[in-house]
T-cell receptor, first 117, second 116 residues
Framework: GAGVSQSPSNKVTEKGKDVELRCDPISGHTALYWYRQRLGQGLEFLIYFQGNSAPDKSGLPSDRFSAERTGESVSTLTIQRTQQEDSAVYLC???????????????FGPGTRLLVL | GEDVEQSLFLSVREGDSSVINCTYTDSSSTYLYWYKQEPGAGLQLLTYIFSNMDMKQDQRLTVLLNKKDKHLSLRIADTQTGDSAIYFCAESSLPNYGGSQGNLIFGKGTKLSVKP
């Protein structure tokens, strides 16, 4: 079966422009996560969706960042008025429903490499 | 806040064993993971261990957990050139604040170079 897919794989944009990144999770996975990986850094958690619950946006670095998810499928991460420090690889992951007190393996997509000039 | 530390680089010769170390600060960490990232590819889950375990072995991979010292290691036996990648240690804990149950805390990754 298909894994997590992301598009575009690479994006170059000018400072101040808006960008939209897309994630297609594994079919049937109700949990979806966005992470950011800056050069030479570990992954930073950005946002988490679980079914129809309100998303956990606690990791979003500023109000220029927002994310949407349509039901239990595609998610888009939008960065408005991009800045050079937004340059990073943006990774999406999905997992089966996270049960209370439990843990489900996260499967990662290949990432979108964003470069803001 | 939680923190996960790893050395940035490790170089070994083909056929030798590799040991990648990781330390974490969150004493409530319940699940500890090792991910592998090859160039241009997404993160691949290699193995994980629950905090009530000391060791887990999976083919060439051995994970050791010292919960008292909050130290995790990944040993790759008979390292091959195909093992060259960045290896990320990650931890997660059960939620106690009603927020996300899912986010992982990652280290910066250890770049493993395997020389023929």
């Amino acid at each position: 079966g298909a894994g997590v897919s992301q598009s575009p794989s690479n994006k170059v944009t000018e400072k101040g422009k808006d960008v939209e990144l897309r994630c297609d999770p594994i079919s049937g996975h109700t949990a979806l996560y966005w992470y950011r990986q800056r050069l030479g850094q570990g992954l930073e958690f950005l946002i988490y969706f679980q079914g129809n619950s309100a998303p956990d946006k606690s990791g979003l670095p500023s109000d220029r960042f927002s994310a949407e998810r349509t039901g239990e499928s595609v998610s888009t991460l939008t960065i408005q008025r991009t800045q050079q420090e937004d340059s990073a690889v943006y990774l999406c992951a999905s997992s089966l429903e996270v049960l209370a007190g439990g843990r489900e393996t996260q499967y990662f997509g290949p990432g979108t490499r964003l470069l803001v000039l | 806040g939680e923190d996960v530390e790893q050395s940035l680089f490790l170089s070994v010769r083909e056929g030798d064993s590799s040991v990648i170390n990781c330390t974490y600060t969150d004493s409530s960490s319940t699940y500890l993971y090792w991910y592998k990232q090859e160039p241009g590819a997404g993160l691949q889950l290699l193995t994980y261990i629950f905090s009530n375990m000391d060791m887990k072995q999976d083919q060439r991979l051995t994970v050791l957990l010292n919960k008292k010292d909050k130290h995790l290691s990944l040993r790759i036996a008979d390292t091959q050139t195909g093992d060259s990648a960045i290896y990320f240690c990650a931890e997660s804990s059960l939620p106690n604040y009603g927020g996300s149950q899912g986010n992982l805390i990652f280290g910066k990754g250890t770049k493993l170079s395997v020389k023929p």
